[in-house]
């Protein structure tokens, strides 16, 4: 396959269909819910069954990662009584799902900052991590306690206290490493549900040349269908990474 040259990666001419990387802001929880007269935590109880259906659709496609915005660095700003709701309910998901998703080979990666979490949310994230850690399906990454911005800040910070002599020289070669998401290729298709068109301070950096598309389903009514018409979308797109299609076209000899 040919190959462009880019100072950050390596950008293939002819993408494969199949995105290799999908990140996905799973919003729309507490109005699903509003729209049934229930409280907001029953969306975000119905949102679990969407993840689980849509982890097996991206399993069954042969996408090779998946990484959803569970809670960002600014959800703390939520109501207590939310907040802890979706502290409980991460930790009891992770302890009741990850026997499942260890025997279908799926890798676990939980993503930010865990200084806030209570230690017993910390450990089970560092035995879920290690029990799945050798598994070679799907990676699916939870970003929990997230932010682009910590992101980048973090890395930096252990960049600098790494090699304070690259102080004022750092390259993106230098600071990729550092990243919360080192281990994965930069997101080929972003989904955002819930109808909001931004990025909410999700994978700042990874998503700089990221398709994105947007759906005003929430997220509790994400399933395969929906799964299946972004991957449509997502399919004709043209890739450019700044050149031209003719560019693109020469090199994949259309
Ligand atoms: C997304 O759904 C889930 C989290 C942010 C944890 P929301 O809770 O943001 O739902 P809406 O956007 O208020 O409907
Ligand atoms: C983004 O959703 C974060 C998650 C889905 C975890 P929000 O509902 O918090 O985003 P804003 O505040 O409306 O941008
Ligand atoms: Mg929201």
New binding site residues.
């Given amino acids: 396959m040919a190959i462009f040259r880019s100072s950050t990666r390596e950008v293939p001419a002819d993408p494969p269909s199949v995105p290799r990387h999908v990140a996905i802001?799973?919003?729309?929880?507490?109005?699903?819910?509003?729209q049934r007269l229930m409280p907001?935590i029953f969306?975000?109880k119905r949102?679990v069954d969407a993840l689980r259906e849509t982890v097996k659709a991206c399993d069954a496609l042969g996408v090779r990662f998946l990484t959803v915005?569970?809670?960002?660095s600014e959800?703390w700003r939520?109501p207590a009584d939310?907040v802890s709701f979706?502290m409980g309910l991460f930790l009891r998901v992770l302890d009741s799902e990850i026997e499942r998703m260890h025997e279908r080979g799926i890798r676990l990666k939980i993503v930010g900052n865990r200084e806030k979490f209570s230690p017993e949310l910390v450990t089970l994230i560092e035995t879920a991590e290690a029990r799945t850690a050798a598994n070679s399906g799907l990676t699916l990454s939870i970003a929990a306690d997230y932010g682009g911005r910590w992101d980048v800040l973090h890395a930096l910070n252990r960049l600098h206290a790494e090699h304070p002599e690259r102080s004022g020289q750092v390259s993106e070669e230098d600071l990729v490493p550092y990243l919360a998401m080192s281990y994965a290729p930069e997101p080929d298709l972003f989904i955002r549900t819930?109808g909001?068109q931004r990025i909410s301070n999700f994978l700042l950096w990874q998503l700089a040349y990221t398709e994105l598309y947007f759906t005003d389903l929430?997220?509790p009514d994400f399933g395969q269908k929906a799964f299946d018409d972004a991957i449509a979308w997502y399919q004709g797109r043209e890739r450019r990474f700044g050149r031209t299609s003719e560019q693109l076209q020469a090199v994949s000899g259309c």
């Fill in positions: 802001i799973m919003d729309g929880n507490g109005r699903w819910a509003k907001r969306g975000h949102g915005f569970a809670f960002s959800n939520r939310e979706l819930g909001e929430l997220w």
